[in-house]
């Protein structure tokens, strides 16, 4: 069997291990990627720059920016100890000038944590306040959650800050631990990633403009247990928008069961519901992807009315991808330590991939779901965004059409 290459239905097969760690899923549903330090802050420079290279190679830019040419202040709500920046637009496509990207900054002296925030073309800036952790961003602002408490007591307290102004505008306050999130529209859609042995964590729908919340999926005991050791939550919308997978695993020291559920996001009726292999990855109309992380990677392709299995394929390894509106599945693929590393466009018939562009696995380039778009994918040297090195934020982008690939580079100079 090639790798690489749609496998028998029959053949599936693989554990499932549980990625706990991982927030995935396409730009256009407003996700943030896992936390990344960004060191001690006092201000923040950016810059960004662009250099066509070959679809076929990339070495990221390592020499230092040109000065910015234009200048914004960066909002705050305690001006005291904010960045305070200048900007830059660049050639950036269209698609992603408003695609936001999250950092963490150093500590407060109080030990808060702090964030910021700001679009890919350097056009909005702004630090988010201490203590609040981001959930989703979009060009309207970012969702941040402030916990209160611990165990049975916990809340979360749910706010929405402007990219505009820095404005802060508390939404509401659930009794419950969030840390996972989704836009839909003006509605932000969250839940606990991991819950406790033996209860379903609740998925909520709060209205980003009143702040009035809905119960989707109440918190639920879960029973059958054979040896828990917790409970995954993950969310994930198709790119119509009008189905959104909830997926449940439950965390057992014998092997972990994942059980999907599809929702119609007109009604929040349960539209199907089933056991699956691996970890939802992504959701279309016609189409859920799961995944393994073992090697050999495998993706599965089933069906979102019955759960049955259309096609499986097998790489040495898969990273992280989103889904397209014509139902595809973009991903980068491994076929060897020695093998380049592939961008490829999975079909959502067969499972044939299509090569969009390589390089060398040297270069370690991950694809970042959170900020691609429908034409345009992002990749960095880190798996969960552009990677910081030097005081300079440092991803690529490629033209799903053409295969091209674009060096650019955000700089953030930091003051230790």
């Not at 900007?87 to 109080?110: F, H, K, M, N």
């Not at 928008?241 to 349960?270: F, K, N």
């Not at 292999?277 to 050999?296: C, K, Y």
């Not at 759960?307 to 499986?312: A, E, P």
């Amino acid at each position: 069997m090639s790798r690489g290459t749609p496998r028998d239905p029959a053949g599936a097969s693989g554990s499932r291990p549980h990625d706990a760690d991982r927030r995935e899923g396409a730009g256009s549903t407003g996700k943030v990627a896992p936390i990344r330090r960004a060191g001690i802050a006092a201000s923040i420079l950016i810059a960004l720059a662009g250099c066509v290279g070959d679809a076929g190679s990339s070495t990221l830019p390592s020499s230092r920016l040109p000065a910015p040419t234009t200048s914004a202040e960066l909002p705050s709500p305690t001006p005291s100890s904010s960045p305070s920046p200048e900007a830059s637009t660049s050639d950036l496509p269209p698609a992603l000038e408003g695609r936001v990207w999250t950092i963490q900054l150093a500590d407060d002296p109080d030990g808060q944590v702090r964030f910021a925030a700001g679009t890919l073309d350097g056009s909005s800036l702004v630090a988010l306040p201490p203590g609040a952790v981001p959930l989703v961003a979009d060009r309207d602002g970012v969702i941040v959650v402030e916990w209160q408490g611990r165990g049975p007591t916990a809340s979360s307290k749910i706010s929405a800050v402007a990219l505009a102004d820095g404005g802060i505008r508390e939404l509401t306050t659930v009794p419950e631990f969030i840390d996972l999130g989704l836009l839909l529209g003006k509605l932000v859609l969250v839940t606990r990633g991991i819950g406790e042995a033996g209860m379903a964590p609740p998925v909520l729908a709060i209205d980003r403009t009143t702040g009035a919340a809905e119960v989707i999926l109440a918190p639920a005991p879960l029973a059958g247990l054979r040896s828990p050791r917790g409970v995954g939550r993950d969310l994930d919308l198709s790119p119509s928008r009008r189905i959104m997978a909830v997926d449940l695993c439950r965390l057992e020291l014998d092997g972990d069961r994942c059980e999907v559920s599809l929702l119609s996001t007109a009604d929040w009726s349960v539209v199907s519901s089933f056991d699956h292999p691996g970890f939802v990855r992504a959701v279309t109309d016609e189409l859920l992807i799961a995944s393994n992380d073992n090697w050999p990677g495998l993706i599965w392709g089933l069906d979102v009315a019955d759960g049955r299995l259309r096609w499986t394929v097998e790489a040495e390894g898969f990273y992280r991808g989103y889904a397209t509106r014509d139902g595809a599945y973009v991903v980068t693929r491994s076929s060897g330590a020695r093998e380049p590393v592939e961008l490829v466009r999975i079909d959502p018939s067969t499972g044939w991939g299509r090569v969009l562009a390589s390089w060398p696995a040297t270069k370690n380039l991950y694809l970042v779901p959170e900020l691609s778009t429908e034409e345009i994918a992002v990749v960095s040297s880190d798996p969960f965004g552009p990677l910081l090195s030097d005081d300079t934020l440092v991803f690529a982008t490629v033209d799903l059409a053409s295969g091209a690939l674009t060096e650019r580079s955000v700089r953030v100079a930091l003051e230790r």
